[in-house]
DNA sequence: TTAGTATTTCGTAGAATTACGAAACAAAGA
DNA sequence: TCTTTGTTTCGTAATTCTACGAAATACTAA
């Protein structure tokens, strides 16, 4: 611990590593394609017909997600069904929101 | 216009421009600056003496979050007066909400 | 065991980001 | 005019990101 300075807060490097997660039109068209299909199942495959870039992409992409902590992956075999990360979804989502609100 | 496919929405681009913007705890740093000193005046200068960067690094970050129209700079010579776009501050805001709102 | 399916990891390359100090700018004041 | 002051731009280097196809993995089914 020492000798490893701390500049910024805890929570100006959490927002700032949420906000990377989601700073890339292929994560947000990730997360909200599990959102309109947040009842189905969401497999990499189901993605990867509609968005223009190869599944190995599309699977880094998802790693970053999942490093985020915004999504989840539950092993199907041979599928991977992903989900939102609810808990770390909501903490995201209010650290954004007092974020915002508090320069208004 | 023709020959450039869009394959992602424009809310889609915009949402991981704004997203990019504040994705580096720097740039969150001086937002939370201009948040906490809303009635003053905020020049470079004051944030670089609690940053622990060089002010030319400090003087590109405000130079994207500038790009991303989520401040304004007001020249007041030989000072430069920061503050936010509350205009664009507010789409953002809404966006962000709406985003982390549709999955919960 | 072999073949097939869905997905990830690896190797790689090009682009973008972040950082610094030096130099340039613009305005105020001696 | 010459300095000084606050800030930005430039040149450069190191790191990170994004992307692809090929190969690897993991499981199912024949």
Redesign the pocket.
Known sequence: MPGKKKYYTESQEKMARYA?AI?????IYILDFLADNIDKCC????M?EDI?????????????LKKAGLIQ?E?N??????CINKENWEEAHQMFDAFFRKRL
Do not use: M, V
């Open positions: 990377k700073a890339h039109p292929a994560r497999y990499s495959g189901d990867a223009p870039i190869a599944r190995s992409t599309l699977s880094e992409h998802l790693k970053e992956g092993i075999p041979p599928y991977i069904k992903y």
